[in-house]
C-alpha cells in the first residue's frame, strides 16, 4: 500500500537511473534505500569488524578456540535438522492428505497452521541442542559461528542477489552484541533484545512468505530461516537458564499446529476442492474427448470418465496457466456441433529473389462466443517475420543469449490470445521454409452452459480448479496454407 501512496504523485515519464538501488521496508511502512555500490563496502566493513572483535576476544580470553568450535555443533544439529526434519514431514502430509495434489498453487487451506508448526518446531529443535551449551560464560564463543555464518550468507548475495544485501544489517547489530558480550560477564538482556530486533524486522516476513508465495513444497525454508533467526537471538536466548523446558514447550504448540491443521485438511463449503473438465473438440478426426487436470477425480467429474481412462493428447503441450499444468486424465466423449472458426491462410506475396522468403496471411474469425485461441507449432520452426493484428513484438535477452519469441523460439506454443468480443486474428509472417502446419485451440469458458454437452452444476463444496484453463469447451484444428 505505501507503494501506491508513491507511485501516484511519482514522475513516471522517465525510468533511466544511472544507479541501482536496494530497498526494504519498515515495519510502520516506512521504505529505506540505498544505492548498490555501498553493498561491498558494507561487506567489507562487516568482515573487518567481526575480525576485529574476534582477535579482542581471543587476546583477552572471553574467547575460546574451544567454545567457538563447540558452538558449530548445536548450529548444525538445529540448521540441518530442523530442514531436513521439516522437509520430510511435508512429503508424509502429501501421503496422508492426497487432496492436497489439486491446489495446484502448492498452498493449502491449512497452510498458515503448517507454517506456524514449521516454526514452532524449528524453534523446539533450536532451543533443545542449545540447552547444552547453557553456561553463562560460554555465551559469547557459541555466538561466534552463528554470526561468521550470517556474514557468508550476506557474502553470497552481496555477489548473488543483490536486492537481499540489506541482511548485512542485522549482521552489524550481531558483532555489536558479540562486542558487549565479551565486555559484559552478563549483559542486560534487554539491550540485547533491542539489539536483535533488526534482524526480527527484517528477516521474519520471508520464513511466512516463501511457502505462501512459492508453495508448501519448501516449507523446510521457513524451518531454515527461523533457525538462522533464532541464532542471531543467541545474545538473548543463550542466557535463558530453562531452554530445555522451553523446548517441550514449543514442542507442544507444533504438536496443537498440527492437531488444528488436521481438522481443517478436508474439503468443504467453506474450503471447496478445486476440479476441472474440459472438452476438447479434435475437428480433424471427428473425434471429441474429456479431460481433466486432477490427481485424482471427485464425485462431480468422475462420472465422465467412467472406467476408459487415458492420456490425453494435449498434455504435453499444456495450455498456458500459471503453473504450466496439464491434462492427467482422458477420455471418450461425445462429439457435439460446435461452430468452427472461419479460416484463411494463403500466400499474399511471391518468393523475394533476393530474400528467397515468402509471405502468409493467416485469418481466424471465430464463429461462436470465445475467449481466447492458442497456436502451436514446433518450437525449432523460426520466421523471418511477424506482427499480430499489425503489432510486431521485441526481442528479450536472458543473460548474454538473445530471444524472440517468434524468430528465435524456444517453445512450441506460437502465441496466445485473449479475445474480447470474439475479435479477430490476423497474423502476417515472412518465412524462408515451407509454411508450418498451426494446431489451433479455440476456448470459451462455457463448458457449463453448453446444453447439448449437459454439463450439471457443481455442489457449494467444490469449485473451477484455478490457475488453469478450466470449464472450457475447445475446437482443436489444424491449419494448413490453401
Known sequence: MPLLTYFKDANLTNFESDEDLIYFNLPMGEMISYPFSWILPMLILGFLLFFAVLVY??????????????????????LLGSGFLVFLFWKLCQIIYPGYAEMINGFTYNGYYYIAFGIFFSLAISFYTYHFVSKAKDQASVFVFPLFFWLLICTLTAFYLKGAAYFIIPGFFGILQLWVMIRQKRPNLFLMLLLSLPALVLILPFVSS??????LKILFVAGILTVLLFTLFLPVFGYFKSKKSLAILLGLVAITMLVIA???????????????????????????????????????????????????????????????????????APVVKIAIPGIIYK?????????????YSLKIAPNRKVNRMELYVNSSYNFEGFTVNGLEAKSMRVGEESYHVFKNRWNDR??????????????????????????????SYDLLDNPDLNVKKRDKSKMPKPFALNDAVIIKKTLKVE
Open 262 to 332: 488436521h481438522f481443517k485438511s478436508d474439503f468443504n463449503e467453506e474450503r471447496p476442492r478445486p476440479d476441472s473438465l474440459v472438452y476438447i473438440l479434435d475437428e480433424d478426426n471427428n473425434t471429441a474427448s474429456w479431460n481433466s487436470y486432477d490427481s485424482k477425480l471427485d464425485d462431480w467429474n468422475k462420472a465422465y470418465f467412467g472406467d476408459n481412462l487415458g492420456k490425453s493428447e494435449v498434455t504435453d503441450n499444456a495450455f498456458e496457466s500459471k503453473y504450466g499444468s496439464g491434462f492427467k486424465y482422458s477420455a471418450t
Open 210 to 215: 516463501f511457502p505462501v508465495a512459492l508453495g
Open 414 to 443: 506460437l502465441l496466445t490470445y485473449h479475445a474480447a468480443n470474439s475479435d479477430t486474428l490476423i497474423i502476417n509472417f515472412t518465412t524462408k521454409n515451407t509454411p508450418p502446419e498451426i494446431v489451433l485451440y479455440e476456448s
Open 347 to 359: 500466400i499474399v506475396k511471391s518468393e523475394d529473389s533476393l530474400s528467397r522468403s515468402q509471405s
Open 57 to 78: 576476544g581471543v587476546s583477552t580470553r572471553k574467547l575460546l578456540l574451544k567454545g567457538i568450535l563447540k558452538g558449530t555443533l548445536p548450529f548444525f544439529i538445529s
